[in-house]
């Protein structure tokens, strides 16, 4: 039986594992992963066809928990134990919840002080217990109703109702809760996107620029908390080097071993072997790849990722919350132009609608593994614009946006990939 801590408007925690409000999905089920042996029975609930209309929730079923996480920023927004049986609570080093400790309206009165009045929902026989950044959810069975409601004081229950559910959150009140900004021991050593521009000039895309946010936040100096925002340019044919000097060292790094859309090559070189690998450098707290020529060690491609559950890399990457501009002529004005910004929430019948011209043919994507062949998420298809291939997921959501070079210097090398 887990056994936590219960901060108001903060988290939920013991030694061994956090929930933090504001901390991104891939962390929370970093954490689920390592205390494995701890928590078991584990879903992650999402809306496969309309995946921004429902955030994405982390069920612990064994242990009574859900996670809410926002459906956009995919951080934590909401902590609800929904069943009180199968877990510990604490609350100031006292439980006010336990298999001894019957969490009763008195016991949560005692625990946690006075606050304002309940609320009493005489439909659905609920009363609700607000405090800051928590709210407290009590059953009232019929012949146990309040006899009067006018004040706290005056508010009597022939039997003391049970809690039901709780729920921790930030903000003031339930109805005006917010996500959370990134907390600061999130930060440890990491650094996170605030936003991305692709950089296009006539339809030519050039690099990207980089809003990156990180802190001063050390475990050895945990009161230590500056926040910091930066912007950092990657331009293709930068050097290795030059990516080092700007965004630092990279999470990891991967050697392409073949290259299966070479067979799409129009160039000779295409049947060329050869002894050297492309590489990638994964920025993964920044959703982005870049990849560099083996030859030059320069910048030919950048990988740009929206995280989708039900695509075959989620959780690998968090969001990238990029913009990428895309012009066409204006129908109406002639010699004037028209402009769309994709973003990660775009879906791709927008794109077309806007391109007014026919798309070529997709290609047809199924990614497997080395160890299992098998992909429960299905295809997806790539779509060719300008400078950018779009991989589209069955629900016309954008998987991950592919940016290329195309200039003269490196058309050679970018020819056979």
Same mark, same amino acid.
């Given at each position: 039986?887990?056994?936590?801590?219960v +901060?108001?408007?903060?988290?939920?925690?013991?030694p061994?594992?956090?929930?933090?409000?504001?901390m991104?999905?891939?962390?929370?089920?970093?954490?689920?992963?390592?205390?494995?042996n701890?928590?078991?029975d584990?879903? +992650?609930?999402?809306?496969?066809?309309?995946?921004?209309?429902?955030?994405?929730?982390i069920?612990?079923?064994?242990?009574?928990?859900?996670?809410?996480?926002?459906k956009?920023?995919?951080?934590?927004?909401?902590?609800?134990?929904?069943?009180?049986?199968?877990?510990k609570?604490?609350?100031?080093g006292?439980?006010?919840?336990?298999p001894?400790?019957?969490?009763?309206?008195?016991?949560?009165?005692?625990s946690?002080?006075?606050?304002?009045?309940?609320?009493y929902?005489?439909?659905?026989?609920?009363?609700?217990?607000?405090?800051?950044g928590?709210?407290?959810?009590?059953? *009232?069975?019929?012949?146990?109703?309040? $006899?009067?409601?006018?004040?706290?004081?005056?508010?009597?229950?022939?039997?003391?109702?049970?809690?039901? $559910?709780?729920?921790?959150?930030?903000?003031?009140?339930?109805?005006?809760?917010?996500?959370?900004? +990134?907390?600061? *021991?999130?930060f440890?050593?990491?650094?996170?996107?605030?936003?991305?521009?692709? +950089?296009?000039e006539? #339809? $030519?895309?050039q690099?990207?620029?980089?809003?990156?946010?990180? !802190?001063s936040?050390?475990? @050895?100096?945990?009161?230590?908390?500056?926040?910091?925002?930066?912007?950092?340019?990657?331009?293709?044919?930068?050097?290795c080097?030059?990516?080092?000097?700007t965004?630092?060292?990279?999470? $990891?790094?991967?050697?392409k !071993?073949?290259?299966?859309m070479?067979?799409?090559?129009?160039?000779?070189?295409?049947? @060329?072997?050869?002894?050297? !690998?492309d590489y990638f450098?994964?920025?993964?707290?920044?959703?982005?790849?870049?990849?560099?020529?083996a030859?030059?060690?320069?910048?030919?491609?950048?990988?740009?990722?929206?995280?989708?559950?039900?695509?075959? @890399?989620?959780?690998?990457?968090?969001?990238?919350?990029?913009?990428?501009?895309?012009?066409?002529?204006?129908?109406?004005?002639t010699?004037?132009?028209?402009?769309?910004?994709?973003?990660?929430? #775009?879906?791709?019948?927008e794109v077309?609608?806007?391109?007014?011209?026919? *798309?070529?043919?997709?290609? *047809?994507?199924?990614?497997?593994?080395?160890t299992?062949?098998?992909?429960p998420f299905?295809a997806?298809?790539?779509?060719?614009?300008?400078?950018?291939?779009?991989?589209?997921?069955?629900?016309?959501?954008?998987?991950?946006?592919?940016?290329? @070079?195309?200039?003269?210097s490196s058309s050679?090398? !970018?020819?056979?990939?």
């Amino acid at each position: 039986m887990l056994d936590f801590d219960v +901060i108001p408007e903060r988290s939920i925690s013991n030694p061994n594992i956090e929930f933090i409000l504001g901390m991104p999905l891939q962390q929370a089920i970093y954490q689920i992963q390592k205390n494995c042996n701890d928590v078991s029975d584990v879903q +992650i609930i999402y809306n496969d066809d309309r995946p921004l209309d429902s955030d994405i929730l982390i069920c612990l079923s064994k242990d009574g928990v859900k996670l809410v996480f926002d459906k956009f920023l995919q951080r934590l927004k909401l902590v609800e134990i929904y069943d009180l049986s199968k877990l510990k609570l604490r609350y100031g080093g006292n439980y006010f919840s336990s298999p001894t400790v019957p969490a009763t309206f008195e016991q949560i009165d005692s625990s946690f002080g006075a606050t304002h009045p309940g609320v009493y929902d005489k439909e659905r026989q609920l009363f609700v217990l607000n405090f800051r950044g928590l709210s407290f959810f009590f059953h *009232v069975s019929t012949d146990a109703e309040p $006899k009067s409601l006018p004040a706290m004081n005056a508010l009597h229950f022939p039997t003391s109702p049970v809690l039901s $559910k709780l729920l921790i959150y930030s903000g003031i009140s339930l109805s005006r809760a917010e996500t959370a900004s +990134i907390p600061a *021991v999130c930060f440890e050593e990491n650094y996170f996107l605030d936003s991305a521009q692709v +950089i296009r000039e006539q #339809s $030519k895309t050039q690099g990207i620029s980089l809003r990156i946010q990180y !802190s001063s936040y050390r475990s @050895n100096k945990p009161y230590e908390d500056k926040r910091f925002s930066e912007e950092k340019k990657v331009f293709f044919g930068d050097t290795c080097q030059d990516v080092l000097s700007t965004l630092g060292s990279p999470m $990891k790094i991967y050697y392409k !071993s073949d290259d299966r859309m070479k067979i799409h090559s129009t160039s000779e070189e295409k049947y @060329n072997p050869s002894n050297q !690998s492309d590489y990638f450098y994964n920025y993964i707290t920044l959703g982005l790849d870049i990849l560099f020529d083996a030859v030059t060690n320069t910048v030919k491609k950048l990988i740009l990722h929206t995280n989708y559950p039900g695509h075959y @890399n989620f959780n690998s990457y968090y969001r990238c919350h990029f913009e990428i501009p895309l012009f066409r002529t204006d129908p109406i004005n002639t010699g004037e132009f028209e402009r769309m910004l994709i973003t990660p929430f #775009s879906k791709w019948e927008e794109v077309q609608e806007f391109l007014e011209q026919p *798309v070529d043919r997709p290609a *047809v994507l199924n990614r497997c593994s080395s160890t299992n062949t098998s992909n429960p998420f299905g295809a997806t298809f790539c779509y060719g614009v300008e400078d950018m291939i779009f991989e589209v997921m069955q629900n016309g959501h954008i998987a991950c946006v592919t940016v290329y @070079n195309t200039s003269e210097s490196s058309s050679s090398s !970018s020819s056979s990939s």
